[in-house]
T-cell receptor
Framework: ETGVTQSPTHLIKTRGQQVTLRCSSQ?????VSWYQQALGQGPQFIFQ???????GRGNFPPRFSGLQFPNYSSELNVNALELDDSALYLC?????????????????FGAGSRLTVL | DAKTTQPPSMDCAEGRAANLPCNHS???????VYWYRQIHSQGPQYIIH???NNETNEMASLIITEDRKSSTLILPHATLRDTAVYYC?????????????FGPGTRLSVLP
């Protein structure tokens, strides 16, 4: 297992621009979810992908979109950036075989991409 | 909204046990209690989970009250590296569409 890796680790954008964040899931994990974490707060769920389809979404506008690829890597795209989009964006993956086994529903998180919007 | 409430911060002396409480009075019968922690500048890390029995692993112990309305995460011998924000979360075990709802957590400071 190689863990969950995210890129870039840090980036700065200006208001109105678009950004793409990337995530490489842990080997064998076919479910990926994205979270936004503002400074001093807990992570907030954006959406989740399973087998390349979105199957859950939090309270985020459509300008937040995503993709999951056949190799289970994924992207988070944010259009028309706003100042409040400044945050740490976390990707998390889950192994399909763990769910339902003794209640295991363990997410493995990456270290995140810190986005600053000026 | 998070279904759990936790104290915003706690201190613990290095080498002593850290006991982090969590209230989840509205937990349903088939919801599990999960604990994650987030060390500065890293993503959240899974610690432990349980349904109704006490659980122990190499990282921590989880004590769940008999009525399941509260739980305590125990780090038996806290070290400086255990300084982190600790999140208590309740959710169904196998609902793929249900996300993890993180509250603000408890900021644990382990003091030398």
């Amino acid at each position: 297992e190689t863990g969950v890796t995210q890129s870039p680790t840090h980036l700065i954008k200006t208001r109105g621009q678009q950004v793409t964040l990337r995530c490489s899931s842990q080997s064998g994990h076919n479910t990926v979810s994205w979270y936004q974490q503002a400074l001093g707060q807990g992570p907030q769920f954006i959406f989740q992908y399973y087998r390349e389809e979105e199957n859950g979404r939090g309270n985020f506008p459509p300008r937040f979109s995503g993709l999951q690829f056949p190799n289970y890597s994924s992207e988070l795209n944010v259009n028309a950036l706003e100042l409040d989009d400044s945050a740490l964006y976390l990707c998390a993956s889950r192994h399909p075989g763990l769910a339902g086994v003794s209640g295991a529903n363990v997410l493995t998180f990456g270290a995140g991409s810190r986005l600053t919007v000026l | 909204d998070a279904k759990t409430t936790q104290p915003p911060s706690m201190d613990c002396a290095e080498g002593r046990a850290a006991n982090l409480p969590c209230n989840h009075s509205t937990i349903s019968g088939n919801e599990y209690v999960y604990w994650y922690r987030q060390i500065h500048s890293q993503g959240p890390q899974y610690i432990i989970h349980g349904l109704k029995n006490n659980e122990t692993n190499e990282m921590a112990s989880l004590i769940i009250t008999e009525d399941r309305k509260s739980s305590t995460l125990i780090l038996p011998h806290a070290t400086l590296r255990d300084t982190a924000v600790y999140y208590c979360i309740v959710r169904l075990s196998n609902n793929y569409g249900q996300n993890f709802v993180f509250g603000p957590g408890t900021r644990l400071s382990v003091l030398p």
